[in-house]
């Protein structure tokens, strides 16, 4: 059983490492664009931008983690308001000192077990890794889960924002309309806005606010939109319809793009998935044959020629697959 655990937690290991590395590759450029778009949207927006560093929130709903002393520490810091900012986003009732306790006792935890597995010191390091950087890519998975409902549900909230616009209602007033009847993410956060505005933040510092709580580029629109109409003019009922409508196709052709790729990633998965499963099975069907990749140092080497390979692989198959709409 031991070929068959370390085989099992090799692939685990590798797969985090594959899946980490694709994540970094693909979301910094994007992160870059997103961040000059919306800086040129700030500057459109707005005359004079406050400082970016500090919050204008007024409503502040801190969770304290089980160490308020690390939450604090944490505060001062760039990395510790990224954190808290991660796990706002994620939706997330932890604080950021159990985020971070979790995370290391879950390095300690997976060292333990990979070294024993392995029986090699060496281990400690990648194992603490892997188990140190599971928490913060749960988190990353409820952010990106959150912030695609969000994205959903949108068009919906500018729709009801649009028809209390048109009956007559102070935008202000829609806005807390959609904070009442609207589910989650959606409620929560135009609730958050409208309570800012509500008690004496300036619209603008609300909104931007929210573009900042919800980093993606229909909401920048939105609260550009809003800005610019309240200092220009203009039917803002029918700029939020047109927006809900750009939102709406463009989700439209998303949705034909993922079932075109459907092909692409379910081979990615598939040859991803393959050589440890058929370790696994000729573990059980020939031990003494699969041992040998262990035991020797030929076999170790093409072990980790076929981890390479196949990181390879799986990285340009989702290279190849991604479309940007």
């Not at 949207?41 to 709903?61: L, Q, Y």
């Amino acid at each position: 059983m031991a070929p068959v655990l370390l085989a099992f937690g090799v692939f685990v290991f590798a797969a985090a490492i594959v899946v980490g590395l694709y994540h970094a590759w693909t979301r910094l450029p994007q992160y870059l664009i997103e961040r000059r778009v919306q800086q040129r949207m700030a500057d459109v927006a707005t005359h004079a931008a406050p400082e970016k560093d500090k919050s204008f929130n007024i409503v502040k709903e801190k969770t304290q983690g089980v160490l308020p002393g690390l939450d604090r520490l944490a505060t001062e810091t760039s990395y510790g308001l990224s954190l808290a900012r991660l796990i706002d986003q994620a939706g997330s009732k932890k604080g950021v000192s159990t985020v971070l306790l979790t995370s290391f006792v879950l390095g300690i935890a997976m060292a333990f077990a990979v070294t024993a597995l392995v029986r090699a010191p060496w281990a400690l390091i990648p194992g603490f890794a892997a188990g140190a950087v599971l928490p913060f890519l749960i988190l990353l998975r409820k952010r990106t889960k959150r912030l695609r409902r969000f994205e959903e549900h949108f068009p919906e909230a500018l729709d009801l924002l649009s028809r209390a616009i048109k009956a007559g209602h102070a935008f202000t007033t829609a806005m807390g309309m959609v904070a009442d009847d609207a589910t989650d993410p959606i409620g929560p956060e135009f609730k958050k806005t409208y309570e800012e505005q509500n008690f004496g933040l300036p619209l603008k510092d609300a909104l931007n606010n929210m573009a900042t709580r919800i980093p993606l580029l229909d909401v920048r629109f939105f609260a550009t939109a809003v800005l610019i109409q309240r200092e220009t003019g203009g039917n803002l009922s029918e700029i939020l319809e047109n927006l809900a409508h750009v939102v709406r196709e463009r989700f439209k052709i998303l949705r034909q793009v993922r079932v075109y790729t459907a092909h692409g990633r379910f081979t990615g998965y598939v040859l991803l998935a393959l050589p440890a499963v058929l370790a696994i099975a000729l573990s059980f069907i020939n031990p003494e044959h699969m041992n040998l990749l262990f035991r020797e140092r030929m076999g170790q080497q093409m072990l980790i020629g076929a981890l390479v390979m196949q990181a390879m692989g799986f990285l340009w198959i989702k290279h190849v697959i991604k479309i940007e709409v």
